[in-house]
């Protein structure tokens, strides 16, 4: 408890007090490295909770129910050695159930036609599906621009059928399994987006801090040539002056759907960063920066001043 409260003093102490850094400067580099894992691990957290936080409030079973009983009863999908093929009359849609005005908003969610009616990217266009499906190919729309993405279907050495008693018994199955009744998904994922983000995380702060204390001490020599600091005194100190430009990036992007980024991110910790070496008193440096001692050479005696032995 006792190193919890002093890691989030830390945390304060980082974001408001300039005269904290001399504690900062004088303390091993250690403490400054337990503060960078441990900070970047509670980043992690809060990057987890924004994104599963929407997921759980998300009604999975009703998503699921709702697009599979937009499956038509009469339609019946066979995938055999010849390719996929479906017994309507060519070319067959299924409508996209949705009231809008959206014009950009395609009127079928997939169109089943065959491979001879597909000569270009027009025929495709002209479908007006988000799924385009030929006995041997899937065109299928993934950005926002309307491209659409050619794949090529897999043939099958046993015949598979899908109609619309297989899509009921497969989704009764799915809505009512343990999984996802209990919501065992949302530990599932949270453990995945914490293996994932966190390593990126460490990762890329590592190579943002190497650099802005890189022009942080070229800063220093030009402007406070007084402030007499090595490169791993400075990188320690970004260590702790990133804090309040990560805490006010993080405030922006949930609260107000801002991205606080590139340049202005970077001015940030540079101010921030310079006005707390600025407030370093010389005598904290001196004692972590001890000036290098200046080795006078022994003088040289002229061989006719040297005695005769």
């Known amino acids: 408890m006792r190193k919890i409260t002093s890691f989030f003093r830390s945390i304060f102490k980082s974001s408001t007090d300039a005269q904290y850094y001399a504690d900062v400067v004088k303390a091993k580099a250690s403490f400054s490295w337990k503060y960078f894992f441990a900070f970047n691990l509670l980043a992690a957290l809060v990057t987890g909770i924004t994104i599963l936080v929407p997921v759980s409030l998300f009604d999975v079973p009703g998503a699921v129910l709702s697009v599979t009983q937009n499956y038509p009863s009469d339609l019946v999908i066979t995938a055999d050695q010849t390719g996929v093929s479906v017994n309507q009359e060519l070319p067959y849609s299924i409508p996209l159930n949705i009231d809008s005005q959206d014009e950009e908003l395609r009127r079928n969610a997939i ?23 030929t006995q041997t190919s899937a065109y299928v729309q993934e950005s926002n621009d309307g491209e659409m993405k050619l794949y090529e279907l897999p043939t099958f050495d046993e015949t598979m ?3 619309r008693s297989t899509v009921d018994n497969a989704t009764n199955s799915f809505i009512t399994h343990p999984f996802i009744q209990q919501r065992l998904y949302l530990p599932l994922l949270a453990g995945i987006l914490l293996l994932l983000v966190y390593p990126f995380m460490l990762l890329f702060r590592l190579m943002t801090l190497a650099v802005y204390a ?16 090595s490169y791993g005194k400075i990188f320690q100190i970004s260590i702790h002056s990133l804090t309040p430009v990560i805490i006010v990036a993080y405030a922006l992007g949930i609260f107000s759907y801002l991205f606080f980024h590139g340049w202005v991110y970077f001015f940030a910790y540079l101010a921030w960063t310079l006005f707390v070496i600025s407030k370093l008193p010389h005598a904290v440096i001196a004692a972590v920066e001890p000036e290098p001692e200046i080795v006078t050479p022994p003088a040289v005696v002229p061989k006719s001043h040297q005695k005769l032995k």
Request: charged content about 25%; overall charge negative.
């Open 214 to 229: 890189l022009v942080t001490l070229v800063a220093v020599r030009v402007f406070m040539k007084q402030k007499n600091l």
């Open 111 to 133: 169109t089943f036609t065959s491979d001879e009616s597909i000569s270009g990217a027009s025929d495709v266009k002209d479908l007006d599906s988000y799924i385009v499906v």
């Open 161 to 163: 059928t899908l109609d």
